[in-house]
């Protein structure tokens, strides 16, 4: 018969065993434990959509799609296209990650699911192809490249630049920090903010501009300003006028200089106004920054 003082030893050595085994698994160095697979080394999941939808010529586009990069260009047919490439790795809790585009009363809708815990990574690829009248709003995502379209584009960026080209319908853009980029856009209303971002206009303007950022540089090449204004609270601005160019403009630095118009103030700091006509001055526009100056290169009539 099996004493009790041994049967108690027993016990104890099986504990000892539970405990240094559990202790190894816990800390990695054993490769025969694991408490959640979701912590194993796990290949890279990949999902693609690739999907069309005839709406028309001129359907309303929405895109909510997180931290995605989206393209959309524009292309002759009444019909959308859309091609998504997503990867993750460790996806471990919440909603698994999703993207999907659907057809809806007025357009197409494309969206990804976000409440997700992961380890690793995640990537989202949107590319979009509409015709060049559909109006396409961008909700979320991590960065827009849109070219070709007439109809109006809006986007909503947390943090991502967004670049426009040959475009000619209205333009709305804000992100909180990011560089905003236009290259031959002509819009009727031109819209942009940013808490913390440059702004690059190349053969741009529109017959209404606003265009502001709290914190940025603004740049713009053959400008044509009719009403509005380009505003930044710190940063430089340099701008040369379209000759299609028609207003009263006024130029005014809280702090720097203005070259290009008149007399040169003497080098010091301080504030410093400035007035120009561009064409028969049918409209007024204002050029101002809180801190930085202002560099006027002569394109119109003046």
């Known amino acids: 018969m099996i004493s009790r003082s041994t049967l108690i030893a027993a016990l104890v050595v099986i504990e000892l065993v539970i405990v240094a085994a559990a202790g190894r698994a816990v800390s990695g160095h054993s490769s025969h434990w694991n408490f959640g697979g979701a912590f194993a080394d796990q290949p890279p999941v990949v999902t693609r959509i690739d999907q069309s939808f005839e709406t028309g010529a001129a359907p309303h586009v929405v895109l909510d799609v997180d931290n995605a990069t989206v393209t959309v260009e524009a292309a002759a047919g009444t019909s959308v296209h859309v091609a998504g490439v ?41 590319r979009i192809t509409v015709p060049p009248g559909a109006q396409v709003e961008v909700l979320s995502a991590a960065s827009v490249v849109a070219s070709g379209l007439r109809g109006k584009l809006i986007a909503r960026l947390g943090n991502g630049p967004v670049k426009v080209d040959n475009h000619r319908g209205d333009l709305d853009v804000t992100t909180s920090s990011g560089d905003v980029d236009l290259v031959d856009v002509q819009a009727p209303a031109l819209a942009l903010r940013s808490d913390d971002g440059d702004f690059r206009l190349t053969s741009a303007g529109g017959d209404q501009i606003d265009a502001h950022t709290a914190s940025g540089k603004i740049t713009a090449v053959d400008l044509r300003a009719v009403d509005g ?24 630095t809280s702090d720097g200089r203005i070259t290009g118009v008149g007399a040169a103030k003497p080098d010091t700091d301080g504030p410093d106004s400035r007035s120009l006509r561009l064409g028969s001055a049918r409209g007024h526009f204002t050029v101002a920054t809180g801190s930085g100056s202002i560099s006027v290169t002569q394109g119109a009539s003046v």
């Open 86 to 126: 997503m990867r993750y790795t460790h996806w471990r809790s919440g909603v698994k990650p999703a993207l999907t585009a659907l057809r809806t009363a007025d357009g197409v809708r494309v969206a990804a699911e976000s409440g997700l815990t992961y380890t690793r990574s995640l990537e989202r690829e949107v």
């Open 229 to 252: 204004a380009l505003r930044t609270d710190d940063g430089h601005i340099d701008v040369g006028f379209a000759s299609q160019s028609d207003a009263a403009v006024n130029l005014h």
